[in-house]
């Protein structure tokens, strides 16, 4: 790989999201979004998404009065027990929903993981034997020899 690609692939792999409040009343499609139901709702999605439901994850399609439709990722059951969906389509009525938050990019979570990552690989680097940032392109030390 070359180099000048390492750094943009260590961010895109690295990047960090967490789950907000919406910045609007509705979300927009397209947006990520992470839905928890009501029990009540959770009862009567039981047949399409499984039984005891907290949450559903995945990507608005379309918005309208009666509900959302989703391009569901994840769902997450009231245990804590997480699993992941292949993009299935699912339709959420409003009803169904106690609340929504959307997942936007952690700036602060991302900057310090590249960090830390850009640190590895460069120790790695180094102890491959790339030359250090102080040494010449030669490998030399950079001083001069007597």
């Known amino acids: ?5 390492a750094l943009p692939l260590v961010v895109a792999l690295s990047a ?9 009343p509705e979300p927009a499609p397209g947006d ?6 009501t029990s009540e709702g959770s009862r009567e999605l039981a047949d399409q998404i499984g039984p005891e439901v907290l949450h559903v994850e995945g990507d608005v399609l379309e918005v309208d009065s009666i509900g959302l439709n989703l391009q569901v ?11 992941g969906w292949g993009g299935e389509q699912l339709h959420l009525p409003r009803q169904a929903v106690a609340g929504m938050q959307e997942r ?3 700036v602060g979570g991302t900057g310090v993981l590249v960090g830390v990552l850009t640190a590895g690989l460069y120790a790695v680097y180094r102890v491959l034997g790339g030359p ?3 040494e010449g392109g030669n490998g ?3 001083g001069q020899g007597r």
Do not use: D, W
């Open 1 to 5: 790989m070359h180099g000048r690609y």
């Open 16 to 24: 960090c999201y967490t789950y907000r409040p919406l910045s609007n």
């Open 32 to 37: 990520r979004v992470s839905a928890q139901l």
């Open 73 to 83: 990722r994840e769902i997450e059951s009231y245990r804590g027990i997480r699993s």
């Open 104 to 106: 936007k990019l952690s």
């Open 132 to 134: 250090g940032l102080f």
């Open 140 to 142: 030399g030390s950079g």
